[in-house]
Every structure is written in C-alpha cells, then in structure tokens.
C-alpha cells in the first residue's frame, strides 16, 4: 500500500463499500506491524466471494501485493502447511467446522467387515467356467 490507510478508510471497509456485485464489508480490521507502504492488516470477512478483499482494498485506493489466509472458519491454518498440500483434520476440527456452519455432522463411518468375495471381483469367472 502506497501509505498506511487512514482510520476512516478502516471504518469505511467495516461500514461497507459497493462493489460491482454488491455491497461488501470486512467484519473486522486490525492494524498489525509496518511502515510506510509495507503493512499488514489482519482482516475477517463472513463470506469469500470473488478476490473479496483484495477488491475492497483496492475501492479504497488502497494497493494489495500479499494476501495470506490464516483461517478457514473456527480453524487456524498450519504456518508450516506448504501451498497446495493438505492434512487430514482431527475429529475436534471437523467437529467445530460442521458446528460453525452449524449443519450436523455426518454419523461416523462404519467400518466395512472383509468380504468373503473371491478375488478378482465379483464379476471374475471361476476356475470352472475359464
């Protein structure tokens, strides 16, 4: 950003500013360290449409050259998660994100007991019919 954003433009991003598909806010802005044109803000939005924040800097003449998501919902990211890789989450982490979607949360999987079908598939022809 060319200089530090001003308190109103803070304001503004939280009151809500019209973009092309609608109006959109931040839920929350919070100044974090830096000076002069290399700042970091924490931001917080409900909803994730189409490069949301980076357009809602941008309507305020504000410049965005990094954007780094920190949280998905209740769950903090991994710092140490390379880009493009995945964990499994814990059963707690799945269960707070189904509650904060608040949809309920599927029954557990059972588990599958070994099937007594011959190998190869249920289709393979027997020794007999070869």
């Keep these: 950003m060319p200089a530090a954003c001003s308190p109103g433009t803070l304001a503004a991003l939280t009151r809500g500013v019209a973009l092309e598909d609608g109006l959109a806010r931040l839920?929350?802005?919070?100044?974090?360290?830096?000076?002069?044109?290399?700042?970091w803000y924490l931001v917080s939005l409900r909803e994730g449409r189409?490069?949301?924040?980076?357009?809602?800097?941008?309507?305020?003449?504000?410049?965005?050259?990094?954007?780094?998501?920190?949280?998905?919902?209740?769950?903090?990211?991994?710092?140490?998660?390379?880009?493009?890789?995945?964990?499994e989450l814990t059963p707690a982490e799945s269960a707070a994100l189904y509650s904060a979607a608040k949809v309920p949360a599927p029954a557990p999987a059972s588990v599958e007991k070994k099937s007594k079908r011959r190998r190869g598939g249920v289709n393979a022809p027997r020794a007999r019919d070869r």
């Excluded at 941008?58 to 880009?83: A, H, K, Q, W, Y």
């Design 27 to 39: 839920d929350e802005v919070v100044e974090q360290e830096g000076e002069g044109s290399n700042r």
């Design 50 to 87: 189409n490069r949301e924040v980076r357009r809602l800097w941008d309507s305020t003449g504000c410049t965005v050259s990094r954007l780094i998501r920190v949280r998905f919902g209740p769950m903090e990211l991994p710092r140490d998660l390379p880009r493009g890789r995945m964990r």
